[in-house]
């Protein structure tokens, strides 16, 4: 059977390749020559040429049918495939690469601590130790890693990750040099061991350095007292070195796997960027993205102000330096200002050199805090530049072009996630917030109301309801004028709000009247409170366009749920305090006494 397909093809191939036109023509000339046979006088091969012709015509035609069916089929499967079957493709390689890049990270993994465990066999047997121990960095904790640990008994420890300025780490990092030690205490043994196997005594710890940098500690210890001298020194030296070129040389292999494992998964992460996201949950999807691609000692994100003038830090990764959560640094100054200002990328190898000093932040700054390879990258949407990722290493010359490519890639991709949760998270703002003041709006006080009578009445505690109101302030706006009546609204609502605590709750009601909801369990205790805000507004001098104005406030107060066992019953009775205080000659607080 696979003959005879196989000789069918062939033929149809045939025929395809000489062409239908000139079948049909050829095949005509034999019908005019079967009708006639030229130069043939027996009937029996005249009958037999014409059998033959007709075998043809039909040999033909079942070939040219046979041929458009299987040109239509493959056509058909070729739609499909391009509409369907692609993309099953696509995800079928994409996991198979992933598994084998898990593989191979496994594989190189084991490898490289076997490797390091050989060392350390060959250390422990070296010297006159009981147990030895190869730490490396975290460099985002900043963290002392066990990777191996060997023992030449079987009362094996098992070592913690430990802090690098622990006492008989600090000194190792601080020296940058090899360190003996003869004096181990109990407590020091036991901040490094979570179980200990003897009563060490001596301690020979080196650095492990990569260009100048420490990255590990090799650590040998021993229960006998001075078992380490000056000879031992160099001996443990070059074994660091030796552990030094096989961290480089594992670094290397994961370089271009690191590569693919970031493209492979590019997309993936990309579709995962969508409005539904929260502006912290969008921050932290590109932070866990750069720790996992680049080397770094600190990881900085920054993002614009409102003003426009300023930048805030809003995640700090490593802790390196001064520049904590929180910092806003102008963007006329130092590096991270001038890659949102000028929204382009920047890539510094080295922030020293010579005598020469690159601020980062500001230019007070006096020190980069060892830190020496810089690369930043704008947060951008289109042109529109909202922020900035930025990678440090104490590492000179660690970052290339194709580092500062995959971080545009990403800042670009996050970029305009970040900036629809911004604007969705300005709108919610704007939906609770009174234009003017900036304070919480009437709806929002309603909401709070209502929700603070509930809590209240499950935990059943108290709570202080103000109502207040600006002294003869439509006067004022006559006198003075909608725009300077405005400026005080804004600057009575700022003196009420810093008045209060972050408990408390503050609101325009409407108009010159504001609200506020104080937790207090004393009624004496928001009688002090109210007095803070009408004392502050009296003594204070408002200045609006070179002129001053002195503004008093009245208040009402009423306690929950000692006035009333409602919402509305509580505001009519803080409400009513008001008008008493009003009556009472302004600038007054009457506590509601029903």
Known sequence: MPNRVNLRDNITIFLNRIGQKTIVILLFIFSIYGFFVFGVESENIKLIIKILIVLLFLFFIYFRYRNMTLFQGITEQKELKSEKQEEKDIEVIKKLAEQFQIRKKNNSEADFESYLNMILDIINSTFVASTAVIYLIDQEKNTLVPKVIVAKTEKKCQAKEIDTDEKIM???FEKKEIIINDELSEEEIRDIFASIGHA?????????FIEKEVIGVIAVYS????A?????KSLIKSFAEVVSRTVVNYN????????SLLFSSFYEISKGLNSNLKFDEIIDMLINMVKKIFEFNQISLSIVEESGFY???KRVIGKVDEFKEGYKFPLEEGLNGWVIRKNRAILVSSLEKGDYFIPRYSKTEKSNFGLKSFLSAPIGYYNKCIGAITIESKKANLYS?????????LANNIGAALERSIIHKRLESEAKTDELTGLNNYREFRLRLYDEVN???RQKQKFCLFMMDIDKFKDFNDRYGHLVGDQILKAIGNSINISLRNIDFVARYGGEEFAAIVITSDINDAKVSAERIRSTIDKTKYKFNSSEYHITISIGVAEYPTTSQSEEGLINKADQALYQAKAAGRNKIVIYEG
């Open 170 to 172: 600090r000194e190792i």
């Open 200 to 208: 060490f005594k001596s301690f020979l710890g080196a650095p492990i």
């Open 223 to 226: 229960n006998t007292k001075g």
């Open 228 to 232: 380490f001298g000056e000879e031992d």
């Open 252 to 259: 290397s292999i994961f370089e271009f796997e690191t590569s």
């Open 311 to 313: 930048a805030i830090i």
């Open 401 to 409: 072009e194709l580092h500062e490519n995959v971080l545009v890639m």
């Open 455 to 457: 809590r209240t009445k």
